[in-house]
């Protein structure tokens, strides 16, 4: 009797595995078959960043840098003067959100530029820091607002 749970437990084990095994081919020969009738989606577009190269995956390359009512659609940055020196510089480390979310002064750009240079890794930026830091100034400045307006002529009432 003991022979036959052993026997019974072998064969479960096996059929898992054989199951698992399965599972992994399929999933490997779905692969496979994507990649190949995808093969636009695995494009690679160079980068320029000083001495060093950066590959980004991209699905088409018409569209990698297209801007679309004044906004550059990868990155959800505004097109102005300097959008590209700071598509190149900044998000290569960090998403653009992280950029539109800091609304700074220019005192406040420089201070952010060289805590990362000291403490990031950052590159020296050279002449790029000042197109930088007016791009950012001119299309994130500080905001006044806070989170929302106050609230004002509210007519306020008990629960009952």
């Not at 490997?28 to 994507?34: D, I, Q, S, Y």
């Not at 607002?145 to 007519?155: A, M, N, S």
Request: proline letters at 2%; hydrophobic letters at 40%.
């Amino acid at each position: 009797m003991e022979d036959h749970k052993k026997f019974r437990l072998l064969v479960k084990a096996i059929y898992r595995l054989l199951l698992s095994l399965f599972g992994l081919f399929a999933v490997m020969v779905f692969t496979l078959l994507f990649i190949m009738y995808n093969p636009d989606l695995f494009k690679k577009a160079d980068l320029n960043v000083g001495e060093e190269k950066q590959y980004v995956a991209v699905t088409d390359e018409e569209d990698f840098d297209k801007i679309e009512n004044g906004i550059h659609l990868r990155t959800g940055l505004v097109d102005a003067e300097g959008l590209m020196t700071v598509v190149n510089n900044c998000t290569n480390c960090h998403s653009a959100k992280l950029v539109t979310q800091n609304r700074m002064n220019k005192e406040r750009w420089v201070s952010t530029i060289r805590w990362m240079q000291e403490t990031q890794n950052l590159w020296d930026l050279g002449p790029n820091e000042e197109v930088i830091v007016n791009y950012l100034v001119t299309n994130y400045p500080p905001s006044k607002k806070g989170r929302r307006e106050i609230l004002k002529d509210i007519e306020w009432y008990v629960l009952k």
